[in-house]
């Protein structure tokens, strides 16, 4: 069990010093500060009422350092999470989405149990693009109504529709909100040229929230909007399950188990990169579920490593997870004191927010360089962004994964190819390195690439040419790293079909163990004749020699 989940902290406190404890609290300070404006946004983009996004941060960040695996990690609301959080919201209720988030706890639980960490880094790098882009693209287009301050009763969920609906009320642009949001981008723009010390984020609320109290500005707040935020923790409560929910929730709840799992680990590889560390991916996983299951049951949304307040923490000194619990920690006392004057913040300031963090997302410059690369990628790029905002990202998820395991097997399959070894032609048989000594009446074929399902048949076809098949038939497989049921299928095939022509079959240089573990498994190894398979091609002539041998002196004794 230690291997699956050792958390970081527990290293990381044993040569523990004042001087690092003083560099972790500074940047947890200010991480905390950074993450206060981004976890209001998001809850509220989320369709849920600004104080959950303060509990997810608080509950997931503190759990996420104190059990993650990573030194550096910072868990909370992410913009990723928005679009299927709306859609959870949107269908079953926000009772709904505690209850997905609880389940998603689970599955990342079990996935780290099953040592699943390193398989999700394999998730294909066109299909990351193409939904974090799409993601941002719709929290651009849901920040419309705030940033210009529409009079709109309900924005429809449908992105064409969404669209169609602010064209028709463009009419009634509120000049004051679109000056605030305005505003709020420019400060986040020029700020960092002043320091980097504070983010400009935090800066643009204080300054508008200044300017439309004192101005009397009539623009919608937090206050006017949701009324009252909360300034303490709600009491636990763990939400119930029944095996109906649980089948109409578990899509989605795997929809955030994944994107929580695939934003955690890529967040984890960034700051391993940053700091020359080395991130512990199956205790992330463990660590994120845990998250999760107390952020539902204190009423939050889901929680995930972010990649932008990870990055501020490391610039910042923050070293160990003792800056993410001081986050944690900086955040409730946040909330306890001084919570209730978020309700005087803008609705058109976190609109301005949440354009940033869109635009950070999008990710224009790889979706760029995806586009511009093969084909396979760039199908997989335009499938997974057109589906997300199109249509649904659970949707986009699972036809992006599907499509680019057809496109990579496919490119296996062209990979993979079958020579056969034309003896009567010297070019030929120098080409696949065939021996002088080989006697006649031979048939040698060399088999170049994976031996799975896709290329299993093309090595068939290729097999089909021998229409009086010679004594003896030598298969090289020195250039088969591995082999699939389909391809132990197609070799007992094609044994069995010479066996019945009185012909013997030779694997020869089968050098792979796992080659060679699943032909034992299958008793092809048996079937051939232990013999009859070889590690080099001497030892597969010597053998062919013994057969040719053997059938000469049966002749003579008929």
């Not at 040569?15 to 981004?38: H, T």
């Not at 946004?41 to 104080?51: L, W």
């Not at 849901?142 to 064209?167: E, R, T």
């Not at 080395?278 to 939050?300: D, K, V, Y």
């Amino acid at each position: 069990m230690k291997t699956i989940f050792r958390p970081k902290l527990i290293d990381t406190l044993k040569n523990y010093s004042k001087a690092q404890f003083y560099k972790d609290a500074i940047a947890g300070m200010i991480v905390g500060i950074v993450a206060l404006p981004l976890a209001i946004a998001f809850a509220i983009a989320s369709g849920v009422s600004p104080e959950k996004g303060l509990f997810t941060a608080i509950i997931g960040g503190f759990i996420v350092s104190a059990l993650g695996g990573s030194r550096v990690q910072i868990g909370g609301p992410t913009g990723a999470f928005i679009v299927v959080v709306y859609g959870i919201v949107e269908k079953f209720g926000v009772n709904g989405l505690v209850i997905a988030t609880f389940i998603a706890g689970i599955l990342l639980i079990i996935m780290g149990l099953a040592r699943l960490g390193n398989v999700i880094k394999f998730i294909p790098y066109p299909l990351i693009v193409g939904f974090t882009t799409g993601i941002a693209v719709i929290i651009f287009s849901s920040q419309i109504k705030d940033f210009f301050g529409l009079k709109m009763a309900n924005v429809p969920a449908d992105f064409i529709s969404k669209w169609l609906a602010y064209g028709q009320h463009f009419n009634m642009v509120n000049y004051y909100s679109f000056g605030i949001g305005a505003l709020t981008l420019l400060i986040i723009y020029l700020w960092p040229r002043v320091t980097h010390k504070v983010p400009g984020s935090l800066i643009a609320i204080i300054v508008t929230t200044l300017a439309v109290y004192f101005l009397h500005l009539h623009v919608e707040t937090i206050g006017s909007r949701f009324g009252a935020i909360s300034s303490s923790l709600p009491s636990p409560v763990i939400p119930t399950v029944s095996f109906a929910t649980f089948q109409q929730l578990i899509r989605p709840a795997f929809t955030i188990a994944m994107l929580g799992s695939i934003e955690s680990l890529l967040s984890a590889v960034v700051s391993d990169g940053m700091i020359g560390g080395n991130h512990r991916s199956n205790t992330e996983l463990i660590a994120q579920g845990f998250a999760n299951i107390c952020s539902s049951i204190f009423g939050g949304i889901p929680a995930t490593g972010a990649i932008a307040r990870t990055a501020t923490n490391i610039k910042n000194g923050g070293r160990t997870p003792v800056a993410g619990i001081i986050h944690a920690i900086t955040l409730l006392l946040i909330l306890l004191f001084i919570g209730k004057l978020a309700a005087l913040i803008p609705m058109a300031t976190l609109a301005g927010i949440l354009v940033i963090v869109a635009w950070n997302m999008s990710e224009a410059k790889s979706f760029m360089f995806v586009l511009k690369g093969s084909k396979s990628d760039a199908a997989v790029l335009l499938t997974t962004f057109i589906l997300t905002v199109f249509i649904d990202l659970t949707v986009a998820i699972e036809l992006g994964m599907i499509l680019a395991a057809f496109l990579f097997m496919r490119k296996m399959t062209k990979a993979s190819s079958v020579e056969h070894a034309d003896l009567s032609s010297e070019d030929s048989a120098d080409e696949l390195s065939v021996p002088d000594g080989l006697p006649e009446g031979v048939d040698v074929f060399e088999i170049n690439g994976p031996m799975f399902f896709g290329a299993a048949y093309k090595f068939k076809d290729t097999m089909r040419v021998i229409e009086y098949p010679a004594p003896v038939l030598i298969i090289r497989m020195r250039h088969v790293p591995v082999i699939d049921a389909t391809g132990i299928r197609v070799l007992r095939e094609v044994h069995e079909e010479i066996k019945k022509r009185g012909s013997k079959l030779i694997l020869s240089e089968v050098t792979s163990e796992q080659v060679m573990t699943e032909l034992r498994k299958a008793r092809l190894v048996f079937h051939i004749g232990k013999a009859n398979v070889t590690d080099t091609l001497e030892k597969a002539v010597t053998r062919t020699n013994e057969i040719l041998e053997d059938r000469k002196l049966h002749k003579g004794n008929r």
